[in-house]
């Protein structure tokens, strides 16, 4: 089964950015919906953003529009997310998800959705 990787966690400082990659080596990403999703202590996980499996369409949630850019290289079966603009309440651990979706070109933030491939999450830390 595809087993997404996550890394590019770590700590930066308000208002700096960070990129975070998701790998999938071993298979194509053609054909799958990619998203980020979150999760903070003591708070539920929560979409971040996400990427169609054909088109590219696009999702963010609102509190990243304008910060945060996903973005696919399917030659390097890589999905990366773009932060800049890091805020505090960014910091959480960040999961990428795959949902098998060939026919469709959509993508959803909702976290009980059809993503049925999960890596195991990276840390992101904003912080003075």
């Known amino acids: 089964q595809l087993q997404p990787v996550e890394s590019g966690g770590g700590l930066v400082e308000p208002g700096g950015s960070l990129r975070l990659s998701c790998a999938t080596s071993?298979?194509?990403?053609?054909?799958?919906?990619i998203g980020w999703f979150r999760q903070a202590p003591g708070k539920e996980r929560e979409g971040v953003s996400c990427?169609?499996?054909?088109?590219?369409?696009?999702n963010y949630a609102d509190s990243v529009k304008g910060r945060f850019t996903i973005s696919r290289d399917n030659a390097k079966n890589t999905v990366y997310l773009q932060m800049n603009s890091l805020k505090p309440e960014d910091t959480a651990v960040y999961y990428c998800?795959?949902?098998?979706?060939?026919?469709?070109?959509?993508?959803?933030?909702?976290?009980?959705?059809?993503?049925?491939?999960w890596g195991r999450g990276t840390q992101v830390t904003v912080s003075s």
């Open positions: 998800a795959a949902d098998w979706s060939p026919l469709l070109d959509i993508c959803t933030l909702v976290d009980k959705g059809p993503y049925g491939y």
């Open positions: 071993g298979f194509n990403l053609r054909g799958y919906a």
């Open positions: 990427v169609s499996s054909r088109s590219g369409s696009t």
